[in-house]
Nanobody, 125 residues
Framework: QLQLVESGGGLVQAGGSLRLSCAAS????????MGWFRQAPGKEREFVTA???????NYADSVKGRFTISRDNAKNTVYLQMNSLKPEDTAVYYC???????????????????WGQGTQVTVSS
């Protein structure tokens, strides 16, 4: 069993930055592919970015060039650095872990086995 706890959310003005963290406990963190998803009010949860156990990266088009995912296996933590934030980035952000092989389905929620409780990010205009 893997437990994920997100932190770092908050209220920020448009153009500002936030760094989210997701701390994992339980099984060996380095064996998991990790992803970030978000869910805005009234919308479905959507893929944001993912990093494989081998440090391969993928981003949604809407965040490319603004968001950066990274991981520190020594700290069992994955990060999401968010710059140039926009009001449309407002959402609950979730981290997720996948014990499977890294493949073309990294963007799908069903790929991931474990989820955190989410952290709210609000961007004011």
């Amino acid at each position: 069993q893997l437990q994920l706890v997100e932190s770092g959310g908050g209220l920020v003005q448009a153009g500002g930055s936030l760094r989210l963290s997701c701390a994992a406990s339980g099984r060996t963190f380095s064996t998991y592919n990790m992803g970030w998803f978000r869910q805005a009010p009234g919308k479905e949860r959507e893929f944001v970015t993912a990093i494989s156990k081998w440090f391969s990266l993928n981003y949604a088009d809407s965040v490319k060039g603004r968001f950066t995912i990274s991981r520190d296996n020594a700290k069992n933590t994955v990060y999401l650095q968010m710059n140039s934030l926009k009001p449309e980035d407002t959402a609950v952000y979730y981290c997720a872990a996948d014990l499977g092989s890294w493949g073309s389905n990294y963007y799908s929620q069903t790929t991931y086995d474990y989820w955190g409780q989410g952290t709210q990010v609000t961007v004011s205009s």
